[in-house]
């Protein structure tokens, strides 16, 4: 994700947006399991370098979420690549699955389902994000999760990452997502090749 990041910060794109590193999810939940135990509190999990730095965008071409309409979450479950978009002002997380089998897009998602509903909306008040907003906080409600039917749908069972990455980059640049599709896969697997290895020669 940091590589939609740059983009944002490179091309001037006009949505305002932030990514997180792909870790984040699963770090989420993990704090929720030790919350559960009754090893710690919700503030304690707030404090967590890995998820402050995060929030407050300290990391490279991220952004603190209180300046930011959207925050995209790439989400490994294992053996899958999931996409999940945080609508800050609409306090909604939408779920872009690209193996969506039998209209289930939640599906891989459900261990994460009470971390990103319950714990996110606590650490991000925890953290003042709508209150920076000038935005009535979150308090004891929960994010609502929306599962995106009809997103592109590969058609194997290796092309999740690509196809995780392209829908966010099509989201950031609203761009209709009608263009990806199994035979553009190889494209853009090549123009993405291709852009990371001008961005680096640039650096140098």
């Known amino acids: 994700m940091y590589y939609l990041g740059m983009k944002r910060v490179h091309y001037k794109l006009p949505q305002k947006y932030t990514t997180t590193g792909p870790f984040f999810l699963q770090i989420l939940k993990r704090e929720l399991d030790t919350i559960s135990k009754g090893h710690y509190t919700y503030h304690k999990s707030a404090e967590q370098d890995n998820i402050v730095r995060e929030i407050i965008g300290a990391n490279n071409y991220s952004l603190h979420w209180s300046k930011a309409d959207y925050v995209y979450f790439p989400l490994n479950t294992g053996n899958h690549w999931v996409l999940l978009v945080l609508d800050i002002k609409q306090r909604k997380v939408r779920v872009y699955n690209s193996n969506a089998r039998r209209g289930d897009s939640l599906r891989d998602i459900r261990s994460y389902y009470a971390s990103i509903?319950?714990?996110?909306?606590?650490?991000?008040?925890?953290?003042?994000?709508?209150?920076?907003?000038?935005?009535?906080?979150?308090?004891?409600?929960?994010?609502?999760?929306?599962?995106?039917?009809?997103?592109?749908?590969?058609?194997?069972?290796?092309?999740c990452g690509i196809y995780m990455l392209k829908m966010a980059e099509f989201l950031m640049v609203e761009m209709d997502m009608d263009a990806i599709y199994p035979e553009a896969i190889p494209l853009f697997r090549e123009k993405m090749a291709t852009e990371l290895v001008l961005y680096s020669q640039r650096r140098q």
């Open 117 to 159: 509903t319950m714990l996110l909306p606590r650490i991000m008040d925890y953290h003042r994000v709508y209150e920076l907003m000038g935005e009535e906080i979150m308090g004891e409600r929960y994010l609502e999760v929306d599962p995106v039917e009809g997103c592109p749908q590969q058609d194997d069972g290796g092309n």
